[in-house]
């Protein structure tokens, strides 16, 4: 079972223009990929009232971070867009030092009970920046919405 109570990592959105911006700080890659998924899923319904029941697993071979973050954020627009999945719970590790492993454990989206505050389209390149700052993982992501 997925455990997201202890979380290592925050986030923030930001206002801009006509795409919404998230910036996300986490203590290692891992969180800060589940940080990620998990400012998405609050920034479209909240986290309230998300209930954990159907398991997707995603891996993800990668050179860089920005494709880890883009990828991972494309992933959460599609499993909207195809299955009507939110993100409840999030669980990110490594398998080797380009594979990563994702399982996101989803609430299937019900209209009485979710309330979209922003729907998605697509994450964008443009700005999407991962740096590393006195041991601190930090992301810049632009959401087209």
Do not use: W
Request: glycine residues 2%; aromatic residues 10%; proline residues 3%.
């Amino acid at each position: 079972m997925l455990d997201n109570t202890s979380r290592r990592y925050a986030y923030k959105t930001v206002a801009h223009t006509a795409d919404f911006m998230i910036h996300i700080e986490a203590q290692d890659i891992e969180s800060l990929v589940e940080g990620t998924v998990m400012a998405l899923s609050d920034s479209m319904f909240g986290l309230d009232n998300l209930r954990p029941q159907a398991t997707k697993v995603f891996t993800v071979s990668f050179d860089d971070l920005e494709i880890v973050i883009f990828q991972v954020a494309s992933e959460v627009v599609f499993m909207f867009d195809t299955e009507r999945l939110i993100p409840a719970k999030v669980e990110a590790k490594m398998v080797d030092d380009r594979i990563m492993e994702i399982v996101f454990i989803c609430d299937r989206f019900d209209e009485k009970r979710h309330k979209p505050r922003v729907i998605f389209k697509a994450p964008t390149l443009h700005g999407l920046k991962v740096s590393r700052k006195k041991g601190r993982f930090f992301v810049r992501l632009l959401m087209d919405v």
